[in-house]
């Protein structure tokens, strides 16, 4: 006897998450809400910021780390897949 089993994995596209952190022209560290499973797209103002070690972030796990603390009034939101 042979038994299959199926595993349904579901990923949800987590759109213009707002990070959590205080835009407060010296806070450079942000944390997204939830744990990303694919890259991240995060946006600055709208525009796509570039990330890497000498670049606008990094990210390691939930946390977003800005080379340039964001100015007071930025708007930062993230986009991601989750499970």
Known sequence: MVV???QIITFVWI????????VDGINKDF???YSPI???IIR???LVAVPGDDKD???HGTL???SKAPKIGNEIVASYFRQ
């Open 4 to 6: 299959h089993s199926t």
């Open 64 to 66: 977003v780390s800005f």
């Open 38 to 40: 694919s890259e991240v």
């Open 57 to 59: 972030y990094t990210i």
């Open 31 to 33: 944390q997204l809400n």
């Open 44 to 46: 600055l103002n709208g």
């Open 15 to 22: 759109a213009n998450d707002i990070l959590i952190g205080d």
